[in-house]
């Protein structure tokens, strides 16, 4: 029987009531969000759970939203697969822009150690509990995090890559 | 010898200084790269070495890190190819159509069953150049070096149908938003037709030269062995996860470009060490070259090469001098001004190391708001260290050569 994305839901909530949220299917993915401090309880729970069983740490990054308010500035996104169901989930967690911490889950899944010092790297999200969270493919001695939005790719005078000199603003469309 | 100097907090620092052996002799460091010509590609790793056995590894990464997603986060859609093709560059054409792929899942457009034959064969195509580099520079590695010249040489085929397709060899950027920026020429499938009858033959020799061979068995079998387990937690996928056991294939989990319509079977390995991850590969060649004679066979006939987006796809030149209508779709394509929707998706495919996947994030504008790539090297190297540890030095260069490590993909 296949692994239903209700099913997951209402797993969810009943253990985690209503830090876990915003249940919705995103193209084919089935997609919702986790209060920052229990992302490591319910992410031990979707791998332990027999019935859930999400085996898989497909993918972990981070995404950096400036112009949100000051608890969502940072967002930490999960991909979890289930092989043997075939079933994929996106997890998503927001945190703080002063101080983004979250606890690390490399103790449940080994290759989130590379993936959350990436993460580190680019954001500055400190993950609590990673046996070694330094910098890993940019230099050490940076003092920035490049792919937070502030961080100017190149001459900043330089407008002709603006999208407002394109006859255009951010969510102009309506598709 | 002169002495080791290391910062207090090393943790090597600990060994070198306090532990000795017992006949007296000292452990040493050995930095193997960044710039070693056995390592194929800028790794570098600190061992601390007994003798010649490795006790312990640090990988350092991050040679070739060239910030793609912070490029990408300021180029339009369509100028994202190139920087994919620059990730695992032994198979562009792979990334090439899976960020297409990706595209066309976010604008929902469906392309037409012939151009989706097309990208299959040159994506298995470009699986058979990326396993052959694969295999025969693990012959290199373990003093093999005539399989390697042998099977470049088919390489080169490759990359000149490659030409054919879209004028480009290395790093191909490939397609366009839909399908292909022109249709194949009657002298790509020639050239097809000629590699499918040739190459085989050159295969076999190669896999006579080293599946039995005595030398390479010995090198290679019960060398950097991972189980299926811990490969799993490292995220393992794609060929190297097969040889541990574990048949996950993306084109079978979740068919793309119309992966279902063919027979194929899944190689799997049993133990995960080198051997069988030589094998896994020299396996899938054989099933890519079967999937590639099954598309040409089912060919649809007609000549559509893409879908009909004029939104997305740019009209031919020609048209956009003679024909108003074309001349705004020109114009809105290449400023940017397309409708694009809010949305985040992951699409995955099976590239030449494992699950390749796109995860992009739009918000409307005319560049992705963010794009992450998962990439399998950068991923599955992280357990390098746990396999080497109690090896031999130059078996730690011939479990590096068949994990198939990619500089490019590993530091993207």
């Known amino acids: ?17 209503d830090n876990v949220k915003y249940f919705r299917t995103e193209y084919d993915m089935f997609v919702f969000e986790v ?46 697969h289930n092989w043997f169901e075939n079933k994929r989930i996106r997890v998503k967690t927001f945190l703080n ?4 911490e979250v606890k690390s889950i490399t103790s449940l899944y080994n290759c989130a150690d590379w993936m959350e010092r990436e993460t580190f790297d680019f954001y500055g999200i400190q993950f609590e509990g990673h046996p070694n969270l330094v910098r890993i493919l940019n230099m050490d001695e940076m003092v920035s995090f490049p792919m937070r939005k502030e961080y100017p790719m190149e ?19 309506t598709i | 010898m002169g002495k080791v100097v290391l910062p207090a907090d090393h943790r090597y620092y600990k060994y070198i200084e306090e532990r000795h052996n017992e006949d007296g002799s000292e452990l040493a460091i050995l930095n193997l790269g960044p710039t070693h010509p056995a390592t ?77 034959y097309l990208r299959v064969i040159v994506m298995e195509l470009a699986r058979i150049t990326d396993h052959l580099i694969c295999n025969s520079i693990l012959g290199v590695d373990t003093g093999a070096y005539t399989g390697f010249l042998y099977v470049f040489q088919f390489r080169e085929k490759v990359y000149e149908i490659y030409e054919e397709i879209c004028g480009a060899r290395l790093t191909t950027n490939m397609g366009r938003i839909g399908g292909f920026e022109r249709d194949w020429s009657p002298k790509a499938f020639e050239l097809l037709d000629t590699f499918l009858k040739e ?35 490292y995220g393992f996928t794609g060929p190297n996860l097969r040889a541990a056991g574990v048949d996950y294939d993306v084109r079978i989990a979740q068919p793309y470009s119309s992966y279902e319509d063919f027979e194929f079977n899944v190689p799997v390995g049993k133990s995960g060490d080198t051997y069988d991850r030589f094998c896994v590969r020299n396996a899938e060649v054989w099933e890519s070259l079967s999937i590639i004679r099954q598309a040409l066979d089912k060919m649809p006939e007609g000549n559509e090469y893409h879908a009909d987006v004029p939104d997305y ?32 998706i992951y699409h995955p495919v099976e590239g030449g190391n494992g699950e390749l996947g796109f995860y992009l994030v739009t918000d409307g504008s005319r560049t992705p708001y963010r794009l992450h790539f998962r990439r399998p090297c950068f991923i599955y190297y992280q357990a390098y260290p746990e396999m080497i540890k109690g090896a031999m030095l130059s078996d730690a260069i011939a479990i590096l050569s068949s994990l198939n490590v990619i500089a490019g993909e590993l530091d993207a």
């Open chain 2, 199 to 233: 190459f085989p033959i050159a295969w076999k020799e190669f896999e006579n030269l080293f599946t039995r061979n005595r030398i390479f068995i010995d090198r290679t079998v019960n060398v950097g062995g991972i189980s299926a387990e811990k490969a799993m937690a």
């Open chain 1, 155 to 173: 001459d900043s005078g330089r407008t002709d890559k603006d999208d407002r000199f394109f006859g255009r603003t951010v969510n102009n469309t």
């Open chain 1, 97 to 100: 822009g002063t101080n983004p």
């Open chain 1, 1 to 17: 029987m296949a692994l239903e994305s209700l099913d997951i839901q209402n797993k969810l909530q009943e253990t985690f009531g």
């Open chain 2, 313 to 344: 796809y740019l009209p031919p030149k020609e048209d956009v001098y003679n024909n108003m209508e074309a001349l705004i779709y020109h114009f809105k394509i290449v400023m940017g001004e397309v409708p694009v929707p809010v949305a985040e």
């Open chain 1, 35 to 80: 209060d920052s401090d229990v992302i490591y309880n319910v992410i031990k729970f979707l791998k332990e759970e027999p019935s859930l069983n999400f085996n898989f740490l497909t993918d972990l990054c981070g995404i950096h939203y400036p112009d949100s308010q000051e608890n969502e500035k940072f967002c930490v996104v999960y991909h979890l």
């Open chain 2, 40 to 116: 194929h590609g800028i790794f570098q790793n600190i061992l601390l070495m007994d003798g010649e056995r490795i006790l312990d590894a640090e990988p350092t990464i991050g040679y070739i890190h060239r910030a793609f997603e912070k490029i990408a986060e300021n180029r339009p859609f369509y100028q994202i190819t190139p920087l994919t093709d620059r990730m695992n560059y032994c198979s562009s054409p792979i990334n090439n159509m899976a960020w297409w792929m990706t595209i066309e899942k976010l604008l929902n457009i469906e392309v037409p069953k012939r151009a989706q």
